[in-house]
């Protein structure tokens, strides 16, 4: 017997989310607060085992409460709600030769995820901006309609952004970078501060094409720029600690201006930076991975959890499994196991990197060589 | 105290080489003695020395000298061989039975009727290393000469591999310089100290060093002194050194391979389930699944009933297996993958009857069905994947993609499915096809990633369209 979507049950569920994601404050030492979302994941743990029975028998061959590997994402089912169809679907942009991983949202799982997603924004994007000129970097809802990362960042546009300057610069050929130009020269022209959000190798695209051409901005004060995930699939990755460079060279937006974004197609809220790197309070070397990739701060809504790769015992410090537990997710089991290294410090959790196979060297294959030769079904 | 993990001729001047430390997870583990700019040209002439030493040597008694020295390598309680065991232990994390399970059958390989052997497939006779030999076809008589010095470039995944090329440049005369890898450096300095003990004609012959992998200046100067390279590594790595090969040197590349094991319901019958899952736990345990040789997964044909029925019996057998030789310690981001991969197959576990997994707690070792061939979950420390096809002709399929990797197939089958899938597989890239079980011990005549590694040393030089042919064989080589 499962529990209806239109169930009492998962109606109070939906509105102890709603009330939790209005009322977090960001701080991580709220115990009432945390309480609550404590209770509240034991109650989505529960609607999750008698929905998908599936998740229980996975607790039982690993460990109860363990996250959902990005495998279960792209094979079989996670979607909770048998009587109520998707109102929404969002998918991975899939890496070497894998099947895209799926999140299927109901109404009310949509309406959830758009909330944490503007209470995050509010949160740590939005201080001291007021109508910012929003600029994305990623493509227009309606040319992206599955990925998560377009539909959230234009929701951030049109709720906060001031309507005749925010725009996304992606079009259909990729990064226009004489829109951004001439964006840019507007808000600089307007004096109105501009908010430039995309993912982090969109970022890279445009700045080095600024350097070729020999193009720079000093924005408005109180610019921010918020570059979201990692170099996941790419051929190269850059530093944060150059991005950063580079954020203060071509746009004049200093890194305490500046933030990194954890978002994944399978969560429904995002980690952030948790401090800026400032000279008051500088990161210490086991809080800041080489890179210079700073940890991300867990609130009630949303908590890193690093997990020992030895034992899959919680740990605080030191480098260890990422998952991430989202009280804003309704539709599906709400832990992930994210298939990246947490590096966990008394500020937050530092995304450090994909997990995969350590070096090997020698005649046996390591399997990136095989990218692309995969048996498909 | 760091342990030496060089080898250098005696009495090289001291100026010739710089003692260096080399570190392992940024600890300083063990010291090394490198030549200097100048040092590398002074090795050189005493490699070539050497090398005109082992020219004077017939080759049947630099095989006893081999012969002799695998022979006490061959004995676990050999003194150099248990530290060497040791030493390599603490280098790649691999148990101590399973080290000496690497060197029980590479070092086997090593003995004299192997080594003749060898000499026989790939010259025809090994008197051609000694002079000239007569050959009928050409009416006249032919001699094969190896390279003067060979630098032989080595990895550290398969312990007591780096004797590989060291056996193959003595077998032709050459002189070599053997570069260790960090992965694990000791095994062959201590393996060159005993050739020397039993024959210091050896001595001058013989040199054994490491750099790293960014040092270009050492590099070169090492390339300076080769006439022939052997490279083993990743495609990078390969890569770099390919690109500094000049024209006048022969080279030889052992890249990155795989391997995989194919078996047909007629072989799973008449073997046996359970034996079959025994072989399988063999060849994919031994090197810890660390070598191109070893499989990394298993198509059964049969339906996925059949594909979980052999999937629970080789978790059993791979059980068994590490119950008398455990896996030994995993690197953190190998466990890391480990875990990532078990959690996604415990789902596909519990949501796909094609999916099941079986695996040991600390990973000693996994077994997964799947429906379909995933490199991509091929991780190596005893993970084995198993996949069903409904005909074996279907594996091709799957085998064909990953054909220039290709290396070892295990094939179970018989009659004329032996014939055609043979030839299909040999086609399709594979260089070996053994029984099921016997896929971790390629013989010492086996041609290694399908080339004749001994005879691609050699240049041979023809007496031909001369009637005084016969006078430039040795009386000893001489018919009747």
């Given at each position: 017997?499962t529990?209806?979507?239109?169930?009492p049950?998962?109606g109070?569920?939906?509105?102890r989310m709603?009330?939790?994601?209005?009322?977090?404050?960001?701080?991580?030492?709220d115990?009432?607060?945390?309480g609550?979302a404590i209770?509240?994941?034991?109650?989505?743990?529960e609607?999750?085992?008698?929905?998908?029975?599936?998740?229980?028998?996975?607790?039982?061959?690993?460990?109860?409460?363990?996250?959902?590997?990005?495998?279960?994402?792209?094979?079989?089912r996670?979607?909770?709600?048998?009587?109520?169809?998707p109102?929404?679907?969002?998918?991975t942009?899939?890496?070497?030769?894998?099947?895209?991983?799926?999140?299927?949202?109901?109404?009310?799982?949509?309406?959830?995820?758009?909330?944490?997603?503007?209470?995050g924004?509010?949160?740590?994007?939005?201080?001291?901006l007021?109508?910012?000129?929003?600029?994305?970097?990623?493509p227009?809802?309606?040319a992206?309609?599955?990925m998560v990362?377009?539909?959230?960042?234009e929701?951030?546009?049109?709720?906060?952004?001031?309507?005749?300057?925010?725009?996304?610069?992606v079009?259909?050929?990729?990064?226009d970078?004489?829109?951004?130009?001439?964006?840019l020269?507007?808000?600089v022209?307007?004096?109105?501060?501009?908010?430039?959000?995309?993912?982090?190798?969109?970022?890279?695209?445009?700045?080095?094409?600024f350097?070729?051409?020999?193009?720079?901005?000093?924005?408005?004060?109180?610019?921010?720029?918020?570059?979201?995930?990692?170099?996941?699939?790419?051929s190269?990755?850059?530093?944060?600690?150059?991005?950063?460079?580079w954020?203060?060279?071509?746009?004049g937006?200093?890194q305490t201006?500046?933030?990194?974004?954890?978002?994944?197609?399978?969560?429904?809220?995002?980690?952030?930076?948790?401090?800026p790197n400032?000279?008051?309070?500088?990161?210490s070397?086991d809080?800041?991975?080489?890179?210079?990739?700073?940890?991300?701060g867990?609130?009630?809504?949303?908590?890193?959890?690093?997990?020992?790769a030895s034992?899959?015992?919680?740990?605080s410090?030191?480098?260890?499994?990422?998952?991430?537990?989202?009280?804003?997710?309704?539709?599906?089991?709400?832990?992930?196991?994210?298939?990246d290294?947490?590096?966990?410090?008394?500020?937050?959790?530092?995304?450090?990197?994909r997990?995969?196979?350590?070096?090997r060297?020698?005649c046996?294959?390591?399997l990136?060589?095989?990218?692309g030769?995969?048996?498909?079904? | 105290?760091?342990?030496?993990?060089?080898?250098?001729?005696?009495g090289?001047?001291?100026?010739?080489?710089?003692?260096?430390?080399v570190e392992?997870?940024?600890?300083?583990?063990?010291?090394?003695?490198v030549?200097?700019?100048?040092?590398?040209?002074?090795?050189?002439?005493?490699?070539?020395?050497?090398r005109e030493r082992?020219?004077?040597m017939p080759?049947?008694?630099?095989?006893d000298?081999i012969?002799?020295?695998?022979?006490k390598?061959?004995?676990?309680?050999?003194?150099p061989?248990r530290?060497?065991?040791?030493a390599?232990v603490?280098?790649?994390?691999?148990?101590?039975?399973?080290?000496?399970?690497?060197f029980?059958?590479?070092?086997?390989?090593?003995?004299?009727?192997?080594?003749?052997?060898?000499?026989?497939?790939?010259?025809?006779?090994?008197a051609?290393?000694?002079?000239?030999?007569?050959?009928?076809?050409?009416?006249?008589a032919?001699?094969?000469?190896?390279?003067?010095?060979?630098?032989?470039?080595?990895?550290?995944?398969?312990p007591?591999?780096?004797?590989?090329?060291?056996?193959?440049?003595?077998?032709?005369?050459?002189?070599?310089v053997?570069?260790?890898?960090s992965?694990?450096p000791?095994?062959?300095?201590?393996f060159v100290?005993?050739?020397v003990?039993?024959?210091?004609?050896?001595?001058?012959?013989?040199?054994?060093t490491?750099?790293?992998?960014d040092?270009?200046?050492?590099?070169?100067?090492?390339?300076?002194?080769?006439?022939a390279?052997?490279?083993?590594?990743?495609q990078?790595?390969?890569a770099?050194?390919?690109?500094?090969i000049?024209?006048?040197?022969?080279?030889?590349?052992?890249g990155?391979?795989?391997?995989v094991?194919?078996?047909?319901?007629?072989y799973?019958r008449?073997?046996?389930r359970?034996?079959?899952?025994r072989?399988l736990?063999v060849?994919?345990?031994?090197?810890?699944?660390h070598?191109?040789?070893?499989?990394?997964?298993?198509?059964?044909?049969?339906?996925?009933?059949?594909?979980?029925?052999?999937g629970?019996?080789?978790?059993?057998?791979m059980k068994?297996?590490?119950?008398?030789?455990?896996?030994?310690?995993?690197?953190?981001a190998?466990?890391?993958?480990?875990?990532?991969?078990?959690?996604g197959?415990?789902?596909?576990a519990v949501?796909?009857?094609?999916?099941?997994?079986?695996?040991?707690?600390?990973?000693e070792?996994?077994?997964s069905?799947?429906?379909v061939?995933?490199p991509?979950?091929?991780l190596g420390?005893?993970?084995?994947?198993?996949?069903?096809?409904?005909?074996l002709?279907?594996?091709?399929?799957?085998?064909?993609?990953?054909?220039?990797f290709?290396?070892?197939?295990?094939?179970?089958a018989?009659?004329?499915?032996?014939?055609s899938?043979?030839?299909?597989?040999?086609?399709?890239g594979?260089?070996?096809?053994?029984?099921?079980?016997?896929m971790?011990?390629?013989?010492?005549?086996?041609?290694?990633?399908?080339?004749?590694?001994?005879?691609?040393?050699?240049?041979?030089c023809?007496v031909?369209m001369h009637?005084?042919a016969?006078?430039?064989?040795?009386p000893?080589?001489?018919e009747g």
């Open positions: 017997m529990i209806s979507y239109a169930d049950f998962v109070q569920l939906f509105e709603g009330a939790l994601i209005e009322a977090d404050n960001g701080e991580d030492d115990d009432e607060l945390e609550s209770t509240l994941a034991a109650d989505l743990d609607l999750a085992r008698v929905n998908l029975p599936e998740i229980g028998r996975y607790w039982a061959r690993t460990r109860l409460g363990q996250g959902l590997p990005d495998a279960a994402f792209r094979q079989g996670t979607y909770l709600f048998a009587d109520e169809p109102a929404r679907t969002f998918r942009s899939g890496t070497s030769g894998a099947a895209r991983g799926v999140a299927h949202y109901s109404r009310r799982g949509l309406e959830l995820m758009r909330a944490s997603i503007l209470a924004a509010r949160r740590f994007m939005l201080p001291g007021t109508r910012p000129a929003v600029i994305r970097l990623v227009e809802e309606t992206a309609p599955d990362m377009a539909h959230g960042m929701l951030i546009a049109s709720s906060f952004g001031d309507p005749g300057t925010s725009a996304s610069v079009g259909s050929s990729g990064l970078l004489k829109v951004l130009s001439s964006r020269d507007h808000a022209a307007e004096e109105r501060p501009v908010l430039m959000i995309g993912g982090s190798f969109a970022f890279v695209h445009a700045c080095e094409a350097e070729a051409r020999g193009q720079s901005w000093r924005l408005p004060a109180g610019s921010r720029i918020v570059d979201a995930g990692g170099f996941k699939g790419r190269r990755s850059v530093g944060a600690s150059q991005l950063h460079q954020f203060e060279r071509y746009f937006v200093p201006q500046c933030v990194n974004l954890f978002g994944m197609t399978e969560l429904a809220s995002q980690l952030y930076d948790a401090a400032d000279e008051a309070e500088p990161l070397y809080e800041v991975d080489p890179e210079g990739r700073r940890p991300k867990g609130r009630a809504t949303i908590r890193p959890i690093v997990r020992d034992t899959m015992a919680p740990i410090r030191g480098r260890g499994l990422l998952e991430v537990r989202d009280l804003a997710i309704l539709d599906r089991p709400h832990v992930v196991l994210t298939g290294w947490g590096l966990a410090s008394k500020r937050g959790v530092a995304v450090v990197g997990v995969t196979r350590g070096e060297r020698g046996s294959l390591t990136d060589a095989l990218a030769k995969e048996a498909r079904a | 105290m760091t342990h030496l993990i060089s080898w250098m001729p005696p090289l001047s001291s100026l010739a080489l710089a003692s260096v430390t392992a997870g940024g600890q300083p583990r063990w010291s090394c003695q030549p200097t700019e100048a040092g590398w040209r002074e090795l050189g002439q005493r490699l070539r020395a050497g082992l020219l004077k080759v049947t008694e630099i095989v000298v012969d002799r020295c695998a022979q390598w061959c004995d676990r309680s050999f003194g061989r530290a060497a065991r040791d390599a603490e280098a790649t994390g691999f148990s101590a039975e399973a080290v000496e399970r690497s029980d059958v590479e070092l086997r390989n090593y003995r004299a009727p192997s080594l003749l052997a060898t000499l026989r497939r790939e010259l025809g006779t090994q051609a290393l000694d002079g000239f030999v007569p050959s009928s076809e050409l009416s006249g032919t001699m094969a000469i190896g390279p003067g010095v060979v630098l032989a470039v080595l990895t550290g995944n398969v007591a591999l780096p004797a590989l090329p060291i056996v193959r440049s003595l077998l032709v005369k050459s002189a070599v053997a570069k260790v890898a992965g694990e000791t095994f062959a300095s201590r100290e005993t050739l003990n039993e024959d210091a004609r050896l001595s001058d012959a013989l040199a054994v490491y750099w790293g992998r040092d270009d200046a050492t590099v070169e100067a090492a390339l300076a002194q080769a006439d390279v052997i490279a083993y590594g990743g990078e790595a390969c770099a050194i390919r690109a500094r000049r024209p006048h040197q022969k080279y030889i590349e052992h990155h391979k795989l391997s094991c194919l078996l047909s319901a007629e799973v008449a073997v046996g359970e034996e079959v899952a072989r736990a060849d994919a345990s031994m090197f810890n699944q070598a191109c040789i070893a499989p990394q997964a298993v198509v059964v044909e049969g339906d996925a009933a059949e594909a979980k029925a052999v629970q019996a080789l978790a059993e057998a068994a297996y590490a119950e008398a030789c455990p896996l030994g310690e995993m690197d953190i190998d466990q890391a993958a480990q875990q990532v991969f078990a959690a197959q415990a789902w596909l949501t796909s009857d094609a999916h099941e997994l079986w695996s040991s707690t600390n990973f070792w996994t077994v069905v799947a429906p061939l995933t991509r979950h091929w420390h005893r993970t084995m994947q198993v996949v069903p096809v409904a005909n002709d279907g594996a091709m399929d799957w085998v064909i993609p990953l054909g220039p290709l290396q070892n197939v295990g094939l179970g018989s009659g004329e499915r032996m014939r899938l043979g030839e299909r597989l040999a086609r399709a594979a260089c070996r096809i053994c029984e099921p079980g016997r971790a011990e390629p013989s010492m005549m086996w041609k290694h990633d399908g080339m004749s590694c001994v005879a691609e040393l050699v240049r041979w023809d031909e009637t005084a016969s006078d430039a064989v040795r000893e080589g001489r």
